[in-house]
């Protein structure tokens, strides 16, 4: 029936509308929560960083700083960044399940020059699907468990004893 037909057409471009929309949440200990989009991140300031991957093959990754991201939410980095606020960590959520942290101090200009990056480009292309369409990156890091893909959250939470 064409009214069937009609409707199931309708889930379909729905359901891949929303596979599209999908966005990063910046959420837990910020001032300013965001639901950052595909063009959001695009809108930001792009920086390429020089990473070494699992094959030990050097690759050009192309993302914004966390570091840039955590600011626009309102952490508390720079000169906010000691007392309490050095328990603070970014706990980073992926599709599949997959979950790493980092210490804010890790992603702090004033702490360090290493830029860690959620990258969407590698070599000026974007991410293969599968390690997409954002993943971190970790300069300099010798094994790259770190380098989290489908990022779907960023958690800022404070270890407690
Ligand atoms: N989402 C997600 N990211 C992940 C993983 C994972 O299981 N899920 N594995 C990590 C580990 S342990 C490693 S060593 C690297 C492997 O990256 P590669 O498959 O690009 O070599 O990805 C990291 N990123
Ligand atoms: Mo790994």
Redesign the pocket.
Known sequence: MLYKQLSLLAVALLLSALVRAQSISVEGEVNTPLKLSSSDIAAMQQITVTAT??DGKAHRYTGVPLYHILQQAGVTLGAQLRGANMTKYLLVK?A?G?KVIFALPELDSIFTDRQILLANQVDGQPLPAE?GPFRIVVPGEK???R????VTAMIIRSAKD
């Open positions: 991957d699992k992926s599949d997959y390690k094994k790259p468990a380098w989290i893909w489908g």
